[in-house]
């Protein structure tokens, strides 16, 4: 097995940042459109000619804040809402879809704004809107700390306080323990996992008043076991990207614990989806369905503990994709099953 070193920036991240900002300000030719950009070695600050408006402003925000993952966190959060117990109320679901989709923007803007220099590096993160210099970084700086400060407000004011600190805590861990880990340890899987158990956390608190219950466990349990096939499939394929760029990852600097850990948590799947039912929150009928849908993304894990290669990781990867709505579905319906069968 080849392992990828790690580049250099990792050990002097402020000398990379130094030598990006003077490579990036150098005055040339091939300078975008629209930057000024300092001379060598000036105090000048980063300055836009022309300022992004109206879509094309909005278009930075979405980008900023990565609106595609946003979407994912807030219907997680929505799963959650809807699994827990009690009576479903529009006001306090809407509340929690925006308070959550402006606290994971103000994350992964904040994600950005840090790692701006190791962005520009990477084939897959260079057109982000700070690395290929849509937006100021105070700008960007100012978007995250506004969306943050509005998200945890609307949470506050209008769901409950318990969802308003489980909405700062998204926020606090995803764009300082996890984005800090990234370039540290490769402990920065597991820090991830747990950001991405918050959110269905977040909505089971909604939905009930702020009880956190054995379901809101279990439910945020699913969603950090489902983390890790998910991201070390995706982190395999990127590792030469990641190596660049300095990170330390698990598929970087120990290929064959990746793939194992990437087993582990996918058998993990099995024993959650079956504490539903056990804990009255869906019908028996899960622990079937569950396990079809589960074994899937074992077996696929299981082919790339086996052989930890492009091709396996990839098939990992989008049997994840695949594999978490569909589940999270399926918990829904089977909890609606039963709250039926109780009625009648």
Not at 255 to 280: C, D, E, I, K, Q
Request: hydrophobic share 50%.
């Amino acid at each position: 097995m080849i392992r990828l070193p790690f580049h250099s920036a990792s050990r002097v991240p402020l000398r990379v940042r130094s030598r990006w900002l003077r490579s990036t300000f150098a005055s040339d030719s091939s300078s975008p459109k629209g930057l000024v950009t300092p001379r060598h070695g000036s105090a000048a600050a980063w300055r836009i000619q022309s300022s992004a408006r109206g879509t094309d402003l909005l278009g930075v925000y979405a980008d900023l804040s990565k609106g595609k993952l946003t979407a994912f966190v807030v219907l997680t959060s929505m799963a959650g809402y809807a699994v827990a117990p009690g009576a479903a109320h529009v006001a306090p679901l809407l509340w929690t879809a925006v308070g959550t989709a402006l606290c994971a923007g103000s994350a992964n803007a904040l994600n950005q704004w840090i790692e701006v220099p190791y962005d520009a590096q990477m084939s897959r993160t260079r057109n982000r809107p700070l690395a290929r210099h849509a937006v100021a970084p105070g700008h960007a700086l100012g978007f995250a700390a506004g969306a943050g400060a509005l998200g945890v407000g609307a949470l506050w004011a209008c769901v409950n306080p318990v969802a308003a600190g489980l909405g700062a805590a998204n926020i606090v861990l995803y764009a300082g323990a996890y984005t800090a880990l990234k370039r540290l340890s490769i402990a920065n899987t597991w820090a991830g996992a747990l950001v991405g158990a918050i959110p269905p956390v977040l909505g089971w608190a909604a939905a009930t008043g702020g009880d956190l219950g054995a379901g809101a466990w279990v439910m945020g349990g699913v969603l950090c076991a489902w983390q890790v096939p998910h991201f070390t499939s995706l982190a395999h394929t990127l590792r030469a990207d990641y190596s660049k760029a300095g990170y330390r990852m698990m598929s970087v600097s120990r290929p064959r614990l990746n793939a194992r850990v990437a087993l582990r948590y996918a058998l993990l799947m099995f024993p959650l989806s079956a504490a539903l039912p056990l804990l009255g929150i869906c019908d028996a009928w899960l622990l079937l369905d569950s396990s079809a849908v589960n074994g899937y993304m074992a077996y696929c894990a299981y082919a790339f503990w086996r052989r930890p290669d492009a091709k396996h990781s990839r098939r990992l990867f989008f049997s994840s994709l695949v594999h978490l709505p569909v589940l999270l579905i399926l918990i829904m319906a089977h909890k609606h099953i039963q709250e039926r069968r109780k009625k009648t």
